[in-house]
């Protein structure tokens, strides 16, 4: 069940990159030269990406996958390309419309533009939440985690911005900014305290695989739940 914060953060989330930066992240996931700063977040991305596919099976024949905040659909395109239904959704319809231009024909793909909760989505073998979680609050987090785990009978693994001094030294200097040149803000998470209430949400889920993507201007923690 989504609480208040998930809610206004969600429609913060679809402000931003609807209205403000829907031009720049199109250029950021695409193959265009970008700044050096932009060029360690691609990297960084990239990295995680391939995580987080790594994690699901090599055959993802007959599976049916949710990227839940798809943004321009590169993970939703290789998981259909090894075999997946995937339902990718994004609460940004500019980012799905960029996505759904993008992806080669033929794919079972399932683009939409809502809310990754929605029980109309249905069940799903695997979810993966690759940096759509990052601007929630760790409580917002596990709720949305524990919601979907309801109707996954195979693995989430996710990502969240771990609270290291490098990204609080980032975070800060973003603060010199004005307003209108940021993005909605990255929420530091601390690893022990959403591993505890992972936990304590879902006491029969069992935690997996970790890793820790880092460099330059990008820092994003991966986790893998089991809920099978």
Known sequence: MATQTYDRFRGNLETYFDKTASKA???LTSDAPVSGVRATVRAGRTEMRNTLLSWLPADLRGL???????????????AAERGAEVVAI???GSLVDIARRRAPKGLNIDWRVGDMLDPALGRFDHVVAMDSLIHYKAF????????????????MVFTF?????????AL?????FPRSDRSPAIIPVRERLIRTLIRN???TAQLGRDRKVSGGFYTSHALEVLTA
């Open 172 to 176: 800060g200097i973003g603060r010199l």
């Open 25 to 27: 992240w199109e250029q």
């Open 90 to 92: 994004d609460v940004a």
């Open 140 to 155: 917002d987090i596990v709720a949305v985690l524990r919601g979907l785990s309801e109707r996954t009978s195979g693995s």
């Open 201 to 203: 949400a879902m006491p």
């Open 64 to 78: 049916r996958i949710l990227d839940a905040g798809c943004g321009t659909g590169a993970l939703a395109v290789e």
């Open 161 to 169: 911005a771990p609270q290291t001094p490098l990204l609080m030294l």
